[in-house]
């Protein structure tokens, strides 16, 4: 016999809604043996599970795994087919773990991860807690296209033809095996197909059979690919894993646009507190049904309404509406022990509490007369429904004898009859009820549907003038971007024409005063370096013989020096103190460097522009170039003299050799 693993876990540090990953403490409980594992991620749990493919894994709230339902459902198809996801603490209504430890006689340390994680796996073996489902019992397998069919060429309607009809025989195969194994399992399937040239785009199976039953696998097959997917359900469902006794309960209701329902036991504990705005009478109806067998169903005003007597039809329970009317004063002390989130559920609970104070010390004088063996409840079900105590207590003392007697037997056999034919007069009168509210229900129904009808006919309308409007505003969107675009480009050339005709009117300014022959143009270059040279000759040009005034020369080297020399200007003026390897490589190129201060230059007013008198810059040059040629002679001199020296030298070398 294979063991069985059960997997407890437990949040440890930091939760689903916070930036920080949480870490959890799992106990492993296979066959009575318990391993731990402390500070995990869900990561690694996952893996754990793959691995050792657990029976249940249990929680005490499955929001310690999942921030919402979205990551609930993503957690539970990561999960292995064949493992439970369980909650011990219940479905809707969840009662505390130290609780239900305690029921079954052990405790733990409640601020001990590990210790909670092991109390959640010993639970769920004992059966305790509710199986989350999040997928109805049934499946959708999809076959498509497995690959885009594009714009294609000659060839395209036969590579069309062909992925199409691959498609079809897919989908044939698995309609094959669904027929085979329909009638064995007991389901029943619909199809619907997608229709193209040479087979079909795309089929889809619906399937009244959960996944676990079907053996087909999804994935690419070729030109075709396979979905198979659970379908999921519109609200999470709590399965319990062991069937409670449908025993006798109490229940308030207080009905109106929002139905609250509160459900008591015989020993006056709160099983369920429920409230909603759209819930349905058969809602109601089923829910209650779940909880046990309403004995009293009770409201907390009287007349009893009408909706309250049809729940009570349904159960064909005793009616225990109020002899009088019940005060807020006494809803909330009746409410209060419980707790409840709003009056609806405050004037139910009022409703069930009036009902089991009124009958408390009746149900517990019918429990101390009950001998031992026989079931209270049923005893004080009977009683409630207007037979006497000692009556009951006899014949549920002869029901449950091993050796009657004769005679009792024969009484208790015409007391039998005798409640059997009540009880068929009771069905019969429980069944004609139940078949005028059925009518009414139908009635209710029909009226829901033309309502339905009505509303869609609205939703579509609306959609229609909402799709209308959204096309008009993107339309509207789409025309102010372009709008903005164009201006932005607009203001763009705007700025470009002014600046480009800013510099025409400078080298207008430029080729004027060259024209004139009064004055000569001195082209600035505000520093010594290779942009802003380029820079003035896209402004302005920058030509042969053109007299040039660097701004700031001292950040010039031999490159930028050759570079003004190559452009074939007449003369160089500086204003501060130029390098002395560009210095030296001018002199070298005979390019004529002018102290500023020596020339007289005119500036405009914003010292974009400036001219010079001829005389002044040929008298400069002049200048220049005498003192470059003394210095030119110097150098030569110096040369002869250190030769000379030289030679000198290697005489008297050669003499004292």
């Not at 009484?411 to 429980?430: K, N, P, T, W």
């Not at 031999?558 to 074939?568: C, N, Q, R, S, Y």
Request: glycine letters at 6%.
């Amino acid at each position: 016999m294979p063991e069985k693993v059960i997997f407890g876990i437990d949040i440890a540090k930091g939760s689903m809604r916070s930036k920080e990953k949480p870490g959890y403490a799992v106990a492993v409980l296979r066959d009575g043996q318990v391993e731990h594992h402390r500070m995990i991620s869900l990561h690694k749990f996952l893996r754990m599970v793959w691995k050792e493919r657990p029976a249940m894994v249990a929680v005490d709230n499955i929001y310690e795994l999942a921030s919402d339902k979205h990551d609930l459902i993503s957690l539970l198809r990561k999960l292995p087919r064949d493992t439970k996801l369980v909650q011990v603490t219940g479905g809707e209504v969840m009662e505390p773990l130290t609780k239900l430890a305690k029921q079954q006689g052990f405790s733990f340390d409640r601020f001990d991860p590990g210790e909670e994680a092991l109390a959640c796996a010993r639970l769920a073996e004992m059966g305790i807690g509710s199986e989350v489902s999040a997928f109805e019992d049934k499946t959708v397998i999809k076959v498509s296209r497995g690959r885009s069919l594009g714009k294609g060429g000659w060839s395209q309607n036969r590579y069309r033809r062909k992925v199409h009809g691959h498609v079809r025989q897919k989908a044939r195969e698995i309609e094959e095996y669904l027929n085979e194994q329909s009638k064995p399992n007991r389901f029943t399937f619909t199809q619907s197909v997608t229709e193209r040239f040479g087979g079909y785009s795309k089929a889809e199976f619906f399937i009244d059979a959960p996944r676990s039953m079907l053996h087909v696998g999804g994935g690419k097959y070729g030109d075709v690919q396979v979905s198979v997917r659970d379908i999921e359900r519109e609200a999470l469902a709590f399965r319990p894993l062991t069937t409670r006794k449908r025993d006798y309960i109490i229940v308030g209701i207080d009905p109106g646009t929002t139905t609250a329902v509160a459900v008591l036991t015989l020993d006056g504990e709160l099983r369920m507190l429920h409230s909603s705005r759209t819930i349905s009478i058969p809602e109601v109806v089923e829910m209650i049904a779940e909880q046990g067998r309403p004995l009293i169903i009770a409201s907390d005003v009287f007349p009893t309404p009408n909706t309250v007597e049809k729940i009570r039809r349904a159960f064909n329970a005793v009616l225990g509406s109020p002899e009088d009317i019940i005060t807020t004063g006494d809803k909330i002390e009746f409410a209060k022990p419980y707790g409840y989130s709003n009056n609806h559920e405050r004037d139910a609970i009022a409703a069930a509490v009036s009902v089991y104070r009124k009958n408390r010390n009746k149900f517990e004088q019918i429990k101390r007369k009950v001998p031992p063996g026989i079931d209270a409840d049923e005893a004080i079900a009977q009683v409630v429904r207007g037979r006497s105590v000692d009556t009951v207590i006899s014949e549920l003392t002869r029901r449950e004898s091993k050796e009657p007697e004769v005679e009792i037997v024969r009484a208790r056999a015409d007391e039998e009859v005798i409640h059997l034919r009540g009880s068929i007069r009771r069905y019969e009168e429980s069944i004609q009820e139940m078949k005028r509210y059925q009518e009414e229900l139908k009635k209710e129904l029909g009226l829901r549907e033309n309502r339905i009808r009505e509303l869609e006919g609205q939703i579509n309308r609306q959609r229609t003038e909402t799709y209308k409007q959204l096309k008009r505003e993107k339309s509207l969107m789409v025309r102010d971007k372009e709008i903005a675009r164009l201006r932005s480009r607009v203001s763009e050339s705007d700025r470009r024409i002014s600046l480009l005709n800013g510099r025409i009117g400078k080298l207008k300014t430029v080729r004027r005063l060259e024209i004139s022959g009064r004055v000569l143009p001195v082209k600035i270059i505000q520093a010594f370096t290779k942009d802003s040279i380029l820079r003035t000759q896209e402004q302005f040009g920058i030509k042969k013989d053109d007299i040039i005034l660097l701004k700031d020369a001292s950040g010039g080297g031999t490159m930028t020096a050759k570079m003004l020399a190559d452009l074939g200007v007449r003369a160089v003026l500086i204003c501060n103190e130029m390098s002395h390897a560009a210095e030296e490589e001018l002199f070298k190129l005979n390019m004529p460097v002018l102290n500023a201060k020596d020339v007289n230059i005119q500036f405009d007013s914003a010292e974009e522009l400036a001219v010079i008198d001829p005389g002044d810059i040929e008298r400069a040059v002049d200048e220049w170039n005498r003192k470059s040629e003394e210095r030119r002679m110097a150098a030569k001199e110096e040369w002869l003299e250190s030769l000379v020296g030289e030679y000198r030298s290697e005489r008297r070398r050669a003499a004292r050799g």
